[in-house]
Every structure is written in C-alpha cells, then in structure tokens.
C-alpha cells in the first residue's frame, strides 16, 4: 500500500505543472486536502494492523502455564481438606417445660424441666450415614427431661444416639447402633412406645410412595453373663387416597418381649404390669406378645387438615387385662410460622397391655394400668419454634393399684435446628 501511494504522490509532483496550467488554483488546493486526508488514514490503518500482527504472535510463556496449574491444584487440595464439612450436620431441639402434677392421695407438685437432644450426623457416602447424639436427663429409658434447680449443679448429659445407617438400594434401610425409633407411631401415639424411647441394636425398613415395612431386634440385655434378652418386632403399612382431599394410612405389627421369670428391667419397677415372687425375686408375671393396628384418616376442612386415629395393643400370654387403645382427633398442624393445631385423645391401657417401662411416662404418670383423656394446643411461631400446651385428666391404678384420679398439666416452648 505504502508503494501505491508514493508512485501516487509522484505522479501528482511531476504532473503538478500541467494540472496548475489547466485547473484553477482553489480547485488544485481541495484536492490536496482530500489527499492529505486519505493519507493520514492509510496510515492509522497500517498501525491497528501491525497490532493485529503482533497480537497473533504472542504466545502463553510456559513458565506462566505452569503457575496457573500450581494455583489450579492447590485450590483442587484445598477443597478436598474441607469438603468434609459439606458431609456434616448439626441437627437436634431443645424444650423447656413448666409442669404441675396433682395425683389423689400425693401432694401437689410443680417443677421447671428442659430438655437438649443435640446431634451430629456425618454422610460419609451416597449409601451410608453415622450418627452421634446427647441428651440431657438421667439413665431412664422413656425421659430426656432434666429437672432444674438442686442448688443450680451441673446436671447430667448422656448418650442418646450412636448408629450408622447403610442404604444398600433405594427405598431400604439398615441402621445398627443406639437410634431413633423406627416403627410407625400414628400421629406420634405412645400406647406402645414412648416418644423418647431409642431402639439399641438392629433395624430394617422399605418404604415407598404407598407401602411401608420395618423390622428388628432391640436388646433388652445384650450381655450373655446378665441373661441376654430382648424385643423382636416387625411392622406393615399403607397409605391410601380414598377419595380427592383425603388420606387413609393403615398399620398393622406384632412384638415379642420375654420377660416372663425375669427380674425387674430398671429402677426395680414393673410400671403397672403384673409380677409374682419367685425365689423370693419379684419378676415379670407375662411375656409381652403384642398385637397392634393403627388406623388415620386425614380430611382437609376449610384448607385446615382434621386428622382422626385410633391405635390397638393386646398382649396374647394373660388370660385379662390385656388390652389397650386410644382414639382422637387434631385439627391443624404446627409446622409453619402462624400455624395452628388442637387435639384431643382418649387412652385406656389396662395392666399387662403393653411393657409398662416403655410406653407413654407422662399419661395417667407413666406405665400401663390407666385411663383418660388428653387435650393439647400448639402455635407455631416460627417454622422451628414453638408454644403448647397438654392437659392431662386421667386415674391410674383401676385394675392392679389402688384407683386414684391424676391430672397434669404441662406448658412448653420448644426449637428445632
């Protein structure tokens, strides 16, 4: 381009007297502006394409290469070192309680309680999970709950978890270890089970949209030299649609606990249930050989949900006193921020229905041999906290002590994280 525009230049030099001899001066002064002009911007696009060349020739040093590799690496090992906080989880809630008793023939009594439950629960791969929980309280299997006050000491602190959970194909479960309670309790029922009661040894489960399953062994005495022992149980169920806005779930499941001839389980207490004296040793009188059916129909009222439920128990080994139940309704659900629900239960456990040491140790004052009705509230200020209350009118004692009226009143707000 450069050499196209000088034989231009000298052309217009040495033709430059013939032009001034035919055009007029002003005219010849124009052109050589335009030419001027056309000039200059040859030459600013002979610069941007020499940056354009020298663009094109540069290459990544490799020395440059190299760092951001090293740079690439040590944030690749970085993540490696913390990603196991990604597998961990702190999980648990916490309660505090006001409470006033007043049983027939005892004095009154009222006291402040809390309950922690923290946990920490690791996945450890796609399939398996380990968990380890405390509690406060004291060694009673069916409480978690710590009474304040005695001169403001140190208060006790237990294992509550320590499993590890394998899911080997969808929808199954295995877990080994001290746990949470898998068998399905409707509408948290404690008939059988109390809330705080934890399972100690193995359970397996399937679950799907529809159908459910769960079995296991949970020791009551593991140790051969103590006389080893302990609940076998299994467990069925389903949910149905019956009809648009409803659901039905039923349950169906059978427990075997051998505890005929044998000593009192803890705190030398049989919580209700018949025992006899052998060898001048009080013992269990029955086995436990139980039978339970649940049965929950969810109806939506006004956009409200209104549950009703029932649950069976009756122990096949004693000829009487073999049965318990219980039946009620909720409407409403405390789950979110602003929600609502109210209950209200009636519960007949006669003495040898169900192991009194793990059933329900709030209604008619714990173990079996009781009767009478439950009302509760709850309002849920925040999705994990919460205000409620319980009002138990019940007697204890009308088949094997002496028949007395128990009432219970208990007040909590609780968190969950």
Request: charged share 25%; net charge negative; no cysteine.
């Amino acid at each position: 381009m450069k050499k196209v525009l000088s034989v231009a230049v000298a052309t217009i030099l040495f033709g430059s007297v013939a032009v001034t001899a035919s055009v007029p001066e002003a005219e010849w002064e124009q052109f050589k502006a335009q030419f001027a002009a056309m000039s200059k911007r040859v030459s600013a696009l002979e610069v941007e394409n020499q940056k354009l060349r020298d663009v094109s020739k540069q290459t990544v040093k490799v020395e440059d290469l190299a760092a951001t590799n090293t740079e690439l690496n040590t944030l690749k090992k970085q993540n490696s070192e913390t990603s196991w906080a990604e597998k961990i989880k702190w999980k648990g809630d916490y309660r505090f309680r006001y409470e006033t008793t007043d049983q027939q023939g005892m004095d009154d009594r009222e006291r402040w309680r809390i309950r922690a439950r923290p946990a920490l629960v690791a996945k450890i791969s796609d399939t398996t999970e380990v968990g380890f929980g405390l509690a406060t309280g004291g060694d009673d299997p069916v409480s978690s709950n710590q009474t304040l006050g005695d001169g403001s000491t140190s208060k006790k602190i237990n294992l509550d978890l320590a499993y590890a959970t394998w899911r080997p194909i969808k929808n199954t479960y295995v877990t080994a270890g001290i746990f949470s309670n898998p068998y399905y309790r409707v509408q948290k029922s404690q008939l059988v089970f109390d809330g705080d009661y934890r399972g100690e040894g193995i359970a397996i489960g399937w679950a799907n949209d529809m159908f459910f399953a769960n079995a296991g062994y949970n020791f009551i005495e593991s140790d051969s030299s103590e006389g080893d022992y302990g609940v076998w149980l299994a467990q069925l169920g389903a949910t149905f649609t019956p009809f648009d806005g409803a659901s039905l779930t039923a349950s169906a499941g059978y427990l075997d606990i051998p505890t005929a001839g044998e000593a009192a389980i803890f705190d030398d207490g049989f919580f209700g249930n018949s025992f006899v004296v052998e060898n001048g040793v009080q013992v269990y009188e029955y086995d436990y050989k139980l039978t339970t059916a649940s049965l929950k129909l969810v109806l939506s009222v006004f956009d409200t949900p209104l549950a009703f439920y029932t649950h069976y128990v009756r122990n096949s080994d004693p000829d009487d006193l073999d049965t318990g139940y219980l039946a009620g309704l909720q409407l409403g659900s405390a789950t979110k921020k602003g929600s609502w629900q109210v209950l209200y239960q009636y519960e007949k456990l006669e003495a040898n229905a169900t192991l009194g040491l793990v059933t329900d140790s709030d209604f008619a004052g714990g173990g079996t041999d009781g009767k009478g009705s439950r009302i509760g509230a709850k309002y849920a200020i925040d999705d994990k906290w919460y205000v409620g209350a319980t009002y138990f009118d019940n007697s204890t004692g009308f088949d094997l002590g002496d028949n007395a009226d128990y009432k219970r009143l208990q007040v909590d707000t609780g968190f969950k994280y």
